[in-house]
């Protein structure tokens, strides 16, 4: 029972932290325009996405392009649009696994075989925790590095956006929730006492029972 709560609670954040990579992937904050300079009134914010790149006018109205090329892109950002696709199919595939060998389906017979595949599917979602944490944090080590570079002009510089502290979040959840499902064990329902049957009792040559076996 104990074991059945660990793998619904393991899969409920891990599926969180799926879609979390998904809304983190698909968002174009990543890099904001860095507000620094003593004149707080701008005409416009910067928005730089894996996907597009959007301005947002103080009126309110905003302008989205989607980068033209893959090539022309930064290496973190060539990065981070591999490695958040791929967590984000592993995510599938991991909610596939876990859901084969739960303890509330029956697509596997065998406990043992069941709590393996929990196991895999657990170590899935793991995997793709590190996935997504290997370039959201690429990706804010070079947001601060540029920050504090003297060379680069004020309106060149950038802040960490809502996709990264969205990413750091889905990695905390599947991280844990992976950890989890790897600890689920076979439910111990089937691995109780055997039961031990007493030996056929046999008629003697007359017909009738043997008084030794009422003793």
Known sequence: ????????????????????????????????????????VVAQTIWDGLWMTCVVQSTGQ???????????????????RALTVIASVMGVLG???VIAGAQCTNCIRNESIKARVVNAGGAIYIISGLFVLVPICWMANNIITDFYNPQLLPSQKREIGAALYIGWAAVALLL???????????????????????????AAQ?????????V
Not at 3 to 29: D, H, Q, T, Y
Not at 62 to 80: G, I
Request: with cysteine.
């Open 95 to 97: 909610l596939m696994v």
């Open 1 to 40: 029972m104990v074991s059945a709560g660990l793998e619904i609670l393991g899969l409920s954040m891990c599926v969180i932290g799926s879609l979390l990579v998904m809304m983190a992937c698909g968002l174009p904050m990543w890099k904001v325009t860095a507000f620094i300079e003593a004149n707080i």
């Open 62 to 80: 905003m302008q989205c392009k989607v980068h033209d090329s893959v090539l022309s892109l930064s290496h973190d950002l060539q990065a981070a």
């Open 176 to 202: 844990i929730g992976g950890s989890l499902l790897c600890c689920s064990c076979p439910s111990g329902g089937s691995s109780g006492y055997s039961v031990k049957y007493a030996p056929t009792k046999r």
């Open 206 to 214: 007359n017909g009738d029972y043997d008084k030794r076996n009422y």
